[in-house]
């Protein structure tokens, strides 16, 4: 995987140092794993929290505008200056919130999923176009011909 084998997770200590390219691939890579392990909480949690608000740019900026309304709506229910961001731990947040709240952030995170597949491929789009933005091996941009 491209993130693993270039060590760009390590960028996130340094992301708004990283170019957009960089940015976006390991900004979508870590909301994507986020939500995978642990849905928003643990997303809003965890250091990445930190990166909620750019992410709802760089969304924006690859034309993911689902993926980032959906970001930015979880934002505003369990993100940064929410009681619930400041709480220790998923389980302490999770327990504490109202069961409307609840039910809310399971919905949006339902719906952060279906938006997946298209993300990804927005996420490749954009490399794609700014591939220079990108330390890459040169047969990472092109498919293998089976033979």
Not at 38 to 60: H, V
Not at 128 to 138: G, L, N, T, V
Request: charged share 25%.
């Amino acid at each position: 995987m491209l993130v693993s084998s270039q060590e760009l997770y390590f960028g996130l200590m340094y992301f708004d140092e990283l170019n957009r390219g960089s940015q976006v691939l390991i900004g979508t890579w870590e909301l994507a794993n986020e939500l995978y392990n642990g849905g928003f909480l643990q997303y809003f949690l965890n250091s990445s929290r930190d990166r909620a608000k750019p992410m709802i740019e760089l969304l924006r900026s690859i034309d993911a505008h689902r993926a980032a309304a959906i970001l930015e709506e979880a934002t505003a229910l369990i993100g940064p200056g929410t009681r619930w961001a400041d709480e220790r731990g998923c389980a302490a947040a999770f327990e504490s919130m109202p069961e409307e709240l609840r039910k809310s952030v399971a919905d949006l995170e339902r719906a952060f999923y279906n938006e997946l597949d298209n993300l990804h491929l927005l996420v490749f789009s954009y490399l794609s176009r700014y591939r220079h933005e990108i330390d890459a091996p040169a047969d990472f941009w092109t498919e293998p011909i089976n033979t």
